[in-house]
């Protein structure tokens, strides 16, 4: 089955502490997302990527870092510059940015600071 | 500013009583407009795109209506497991899809 699969489902982090969250997609697309989800907020753009070895920073890209060393990965690392990380994070993958395309989603990873 | 409103933000409708959410948006050419339903705790679900004024998509007991400033989501006859929060989107012109913040439907039995 083709997807986007996101893990882990739940992750704690401590003050300080960098975190990576993954993202794999084996739907063939070229362009993949990071949003984060906050109670009574639309979901915001963190990064993203159309193409590999190459991501740009999205509304709210401080604290947060990514790569993209592979067409079908996107991990995203949540830094201890990022002040409030507690949320939803959510990765998704269209065909392609240029093409104003659907984008899916996966299940999302939420993220908790103890 | 490109941005994305939705109403009412919490619906709640008997089982069988028909309704619209309603999705306004201000965009500078629009590229696009998207309705995702999402499930507690779960990642939106894609359920219907518009591009052009006029157009209707249908999917069960949801119908998407699109005109030049807003989108309609119209449920009929909705069942308990219609209950979801349903998201609207937008493309501007710069490629950057934009999220209005939902609207939680409750469908009770």
């Known amino acids: 089955d083709g997807g986007i699969t996101q893990s882990p489902k739940y992750l704690f982090r401590k003050e300080g502490q960098n975190v990576t969250l993954s993202c794999e997609q084996n739907l063939n697309h070229d362009a993949m997302y990071w949003y984060r989800q906050d109670p009574g907020q639309g979901l915001r753009l963190i990064y993203y990527?159309?193409?590999?070895?190459?991501?740009q920073k999205g509304d709210i890209a401080e604290g947060y870092s990514v790569s993209r060393e592979k067409k079908e990965s996107f991990p995203l690392t949540v830094t201890s510059a990022q002040k409030n990380p507690t949320a939803f994070y959510l990765c998704?993958?269209?065909?392609?940015?240029?093409?104003?395309?659907?984008?899916?989603f996966g299940p999302g990873t939420r993220l908790t600071v103890l | 500013e490109d941005q994305v409103t939705q109403s009412p933000e919490a619906l709640r409708l008997q089982e069988g009583e028909s309704s619209s959410l309603n999705c306004s948006y201000t965009v500078s050419g629009l590229r696009g407009l998207f309705w995702y339903r999402q499930d507690p705790g779960k990642g939106p679900e894609f359920l219907f795109t518009?591009?052009?004024a006029g157009e209707e998509k249908e999917k069960e007991r949801l119908k998407a209506t699109l005109t030049k400033k807003e989108s309609f989501l119209h449920i009929t006859a909705p069942k308990p497991e219609d209950s979801a929060t349903y998201l609207c989107a937008v493309y501007n012109q710069g490629g950057k899809l934009i999220f209005g913040q939902g609207t939680e439907l409750s469908v009770k039995p």
């Open positions: 998704a993958s269209s065909i392609g940015l240029a093409g104003f395309n659907e984008q899916f």
């Open positions: 990527s159309q193409i590999v070895n190459d991501f």
């Open positions: 518009l591009y052009s």
